[in-house]
């Protein structure tokens, strides 16, 4: 266990829903990031966040996607009109930004499957 | 950041130490070396880092050649819970390079 949790662990949708996923990170970590992984391939970055502030966003992020870090701890992640090419690992990771280098945690991910 | 290039698979036996290497051939004075790997249904680990300096730590050794276009993990003593993939990623050191691009990795199956 890292200490980054994510819920639900697994997602089953049908095409057309929006989905909402939560990831809680290590309560000290002020970054954090978002990942999709689909099966075979490494992770995908798709967004971070420093504290509050989305600083970086991923081409890979369409307009159905929206992520936010409102009070700079929990974070979730949306995917509105769900299409089967979403269905993905979806990671997101913590750090400390105090050093400047520092390394990500990540959880255990939530599995989507849109149907 | 610098691309990196990784065998796609790799074998070990069990109790052997696993060699993994990594060319990043055009990484910068400021990039480091990162380590990975992920186990099957699980997000992925960090497991160690250097910038130009051999780095050991309780889970790997991570040897960076002078020139540091290259580099490799270590794991001395390899268990059947190292069966994973392996991912070399080459980060910036700025304050704003601070996303890691995963690769394909490594995958390491590790045999009895």
């Known amino acids: 266990d890292t200490g980054v949790s994510q819920d639900p662990r697994h997602k089953i949708t049908k095409r057309g829903q929006n989905v909402t996923f939560r990831c809680d990170p290590i309560?000290?970590?002020?970054?954090l990031y978002w990942y999709r992984q689909t099966l075979g391939q490494g992770p995908e970055f798709l967004t971070y966040?420093?504290?509050?502030?989305?600083?970086?966003k991923s081409r890979l992020l369409s307009d159905r996607f929206s992520a936010e870090r409102p009070k700079g701890s929990f974070s979730t992640l949306e995917i509105q009109r769900t299409e089967q090419g979403d269905s993905a690992m979806y990671l997101c990771?913590?750090?400390?930004?105090?050093?400047?280098?520092?390394?990500?945690?990540f959880g255990q991910g939530t599995r989507l499957t849109v149907v | 950041d610098a691309k990196t290039t990784q065998p796609t698979s790799m074998d070990c036996a069990e109790g052997r130490a696993a060699n993994l290497p990594c060319n990043h051939s055009?990484?910068?004075?400021?990039?480091?070396v990162y380590w990975y790997r992920q186990i099957h249904s699980q997000g992925p680990q960090y497991i160690i880092h250097g910038l130009k300096n051999n780095e050991t730590n309780e889970m790997a050794s991570l040897i960076i050649t002078e020139d540091r276009k290259s580099s490799t993990l270590i794991l001395p003593h390899a268990t059947l819970r190292d069966t994973a993939v392996y991912y070399c990623i080459v980060r910036g050191g700025l304050q704003g390079a601070q996303k890691l691009v995963f690769g394909q990795g490594t995958r390491l199956t590790i045999n009895p």
């Open positions: 990771a913590s750090s400390l930004a105090r050093r400047q280098i520092s390394e990500a945690f």
């Open positions: 055009t990484i910068s004075g400021n990039e480091y």
């Open positions: 309560s000290e970590h002020n970054r």
């Open positions: 966040f420093q504290n509050e502030a989305q600083l970086e």
